[in-house]
T-cell receptor, first 110, second 113 residues
Framework: GQQLNQSPQSMFIQEGEDVSMNCTSS?????WLWYKQDPGEGPVLLIA?????ELTSNGRLTAQFGITRKDSFLNISASIPSDVGIYFC??????????FGAGTILRVKS | NAGVTQTPKFQVLKTGQSMTLQCAQD?????MYWYRQDPGMGLRLIYY???????DKGEVPNGYNVSRLNKREFSLRLESAAPSQTSVYFC????????????FGQGTRLTVV
């Protein structure tokens, strides 16, 4: 089946620092999605990417759909304490099968 | 705005018992999904339904069955629960074409003893 490799597995950063995480796949996706999950909640969509090369921002978050369609990255600028949580990448292939990476746990030191 | 509603929120089962997890969405979405989440393993796809009337296996379908009852509802059944099925289960839905963003329910925490 599809394999999504998400890195890093966890990050412990200082408040105000920028954060970068990425996802790579063994196969091509037609959509990349980035989600955040808070404890006890379901994942919430942050950014959706639909075209290879697309760069999309949502406030302090920026994500890009890789040119090869096999990778994506998410940047968070000037991190704040409420950014803590688990961030997931997800890829959707033709036929609407949606698969997820293992997640990046973000912890912020204030 | 209900979105995706899952029931129950918590459940404890004994090994060998059966149960059905219910999921309903009110966004008129065509596609629905069931995932399980285990520590360090992210969200693994159990089954999905790309559109009403179709279901397909995901990565980890063994021990589960699903029913797409209608466009709104997609249920997940454990026929004979095993401790390995202790997990948090999430249901999600998305449009089929165009807007493919998936929206999640709040999860069902299942413990099999």
């Amino acid at each position: 089946g599809q394999q999504l490799n998400q890195s890093p597995q966890s990050m412990f950063i200082q408040e105000g620092e920028d954060v970068s995480m990425n996802c790579t796949s063994s196969s091509i996706f037609n959509t990349w999605l980035w989600y955040k999950q808070d404890p006890g909640e379901g994942p919430v969509l942050l950014i959706a990417l639909y075209k290879a090369g697309e760069l999309t921002s949502n406030g302090r978050l920026t994500a890009q759909f890789g040119i090869t369609r096999k990778d994506s990255f998410l940047n968070i600028s000037a991190s704040i304490p409420s950014d803590v949580g688990i961030y997931f990448c997800a890829g959707m292939e033709y036929g609407n099968k949606l698969v997820f990476g293992a997640g990046t746990i973000l912890r912020v030191k204030s | 705005n209900a979105g995706v509603t899952q029931t129950p929120k918590f459940q404890v089962l004994k090994t060998g018992q059966s149960m059905t997890l219910q999921c309903a969405q009110d966004m008129n979405h065509n596609s629905m999904y069931w995932y399980r989440q285990d520590p360090g393993m992210g969200l693994r796809l159990i089954y999905y339904s790309a559109s009403e009337g179709t279901t397909d296996k995901g990565e980890v379908p063994n021990g589960y069955n699903v029913s797409r009852l209608n466009k709104r509802e997609f249920s997940l059944r454990l026929e004979s629960a095993a401790p390995s099925q202790t997990s948090v289960y999430f249901c999600a839905s998305s449009e089929y074409r165009g807007n493919t963003e998936a929206f999640f329910g709040q999860g069902t925490r299942l413990t099999v003893v």
